[in-house]
């Protein structure tokens, strides 16, 4: 009887303990396999100077926009964060990838970034080249470089000063860059749009937007210049 028993607690020892293994064996597995997906790809970076101009006060806020074409063959959910540094260790930005703006351009691929990297200390911009790392969820990491030039300031000044203070009794006029005006109400909600090619919008146009000249409805409005390494906002301008 004692020997049965021995032998059946000594059964039932050897039969946890291979269960054990069993599952420490299944983990370890697991883990395997999720250090083992593919790792992200960089096809391709944009990047652009944001000028952010406050009417009343005169001021310009500095941001860096960028977007990247990130692939994932196991999922964009799989992406983990971006870390984006310029080339000399001197600041770098640390994003997580819930948190930025998705894209989707005309060939319906997926762009992933940010348009509001604000510069260390409310300093100027910073030009040079920059180093992109973006990491999925199991560390592996793709890179890439890319270079944000320098601008002509005097020339996006000039840009801001033909805005002009009051777009609604002078209008816009901008030589040969495209603008769009976004007019809003008093309670944030837009209420009309319109863009020119040419740069020129007549204070007529800008008047008749949402009724503006009878009604006073509106009470500011943004303007947006766009180019392919400098955006401008410019707002708001009181309109009531």
């Not at 983990?80 to 600041?91: G, H």
């Not at 910073?126 to 990491?141: I, Q, S």
Request: with cysteine.
């Amino acid at each position: 009887m004692r020997f049965f028993f021995e032998r059946g607690a000594t059964m039932a020892l050897i039969t946890r303990y291979y269960s054990r293994l069993l599952v420490v064996f299944s983990l370890i597995l697991a883990g395997f396999s999720a250090c083992t997906g593919s790792a992200p790809t960089i096809s391709s970076v944009r990047n652009a100077l944001v000028l952010y101009h406050g009417p009343e006060t005169g001021t310009i806020d500095y941001r860096l926009s960028v977007f990247a074409q990130v692939r994932d063959e196991d999922g964009y959910e799989d992406l983990a964060e971006w870390v984006l540094t310029d080339a000399e260790n001197r600041f770098s930005w640390r994003i997580p990838a819930d948190t930025l703006e998705t894209r989707l351009s005309e060939d319906g691929r997926m762009w992933f970034g940010s348009t509001m990297l604000a510069f260390p200390y409310g300093s100027d911009p910073v030009f040079g080249t920059y180093e992109l790392k973006v990491r999925d969820l199991a560390g592996l990491t793709a890179e890439t470089r890319f270079d944000v030039f320098s601008l002509e300031f005097a020339e996006a000044l000039s840009l801001i000063e033909n805005i002009g203070q009051s777009p609604l009794d002078s209008g816009i006029e901008l030589a040969s860059d495209s603008i769009e005006l976004r007019v809003y109400g008093s309670d944030g909600s837009l209420i009309d749009q319109v863009r020119s090619s040419d740069g020129v919008i007549e204070a007529a146009r800008i008047q008749s937007l949402a009724g503006v000249a009878d009604t006073g409805s509106v009470s500011f409005i943004y303007a947006y210049v766009e180019r392919s390494d400098l955006w401008i906002v410019s707002g708001p301008h009181r309109m009531d």
